[in-house]
């Protein structure tokens, strides 16, 4: 089956109410045969309809559905993943766009095109990357266990795909980092998200408008005691004109 003809059949399940059009686990049957017959690889000749797809505001939820069983798509896709994800005004839908950007590339690359556009960009484009830090998030997992969840494990995880779930990722079948690949990865994370909090606190002490500053208290955390101590400082001068200009962040 070609990319072409999977379109088709979803054009018409999607018309015949027999699927939604952004739904993650109602098409499985007719993704999860086109990944059989297809491969696990986007063809670079597949790649512009895809993109071409992307500027179609009924159909462009079709993209992500196929990428969701696909192991690998190229770089240029990628970055207009991130740009749809950026321009997607619902905050709920953007993470149809961020996942597989984060499955088959990483969170790093992802939070460096981000923080650009929070410097550089208009003031939509910073609301929408405000808004996709909230799907942008290292592959790091804690699990709690015991009678009392008095056990905590906490691991880092590449991507996988589960045969019996039929999807990447499944919780309870991931692929875990070793000790020496997570303690690096731990460490990379941690200095991103110190990065990530400073820029989005320099934004909201430098940025008078009220959406993005409400947005920015969605993404940062909610006591001083929870940032880097570098960060300690802006911190405070973040809660006080937070509670001076009555912003809150329900």
């Known amino acids: 089956m070609t990319i072409q003809n999977l379109f088709t059949e979803f054009q018409k399940l999607v018309k015949e109410d027999k699927l939604y059009l952004c739904e993650r686990y109602n098409n499985a049957d007719l993704f999860l045969d086109f990944r059989k017959t297809y491969g696990l690889h986007l063809k670079k000749e597949d790649e512009q309809f895809l993109i071409t797809l992307l500027q179609d505001k009924q159909w462009l939820w079709f993209v992500p559905n196929v990428l969701r069983v696909l192991e690998w798509f190229p770089k240029r896709l990628f970055y207009e993943l991130i740009k749809k994800a950026i321009n997607t005004k619902d905050p709920s839908s953007n993470n149809n766009f961020i996942d597989p950007c984060l499955r088959v590339y990483n969170v790093f690359l992802i939070d460096d095109i981000l923080i650009e556009h929070i410097k550089n960009g208009t003031t939509e484009e910073k609301l929408g990357a405000i808004n996709a830090f909230h799907w942008t998030r290292p592959h790091i997992k804690t699990y709690c266990s015991g ?28 692929n875990k980092m070793d000790e020496k690949e997570f303690k690096e990865y731990h460490k990379k994370s941690k200095a991103m998200m110190q990065r990530r909090y400073k820029i989005l606190l320099q934004e909201f002490l430098d940025n008078e408008d009220p959406d993005i500053r409400y947005r920015i208290t969605l993404s940062l955390p909610s006591k001083v005691k929870d940032f880097p101590t570098p960060l300690e400082k802006s911190a405070k001068q973040y809660f006080k004109l937070k509670k001076r200009k009555g912003i809150s962040s329900k």
């Open 147 to 174: 009678e009392n969840f008095e056990h905590e494990e906490t691991f880092g995880y590449k991507p996988k795909w589960s045969d019996q779930f039929n999807m990447y990722d499944w919780p309870s079948d991931l």
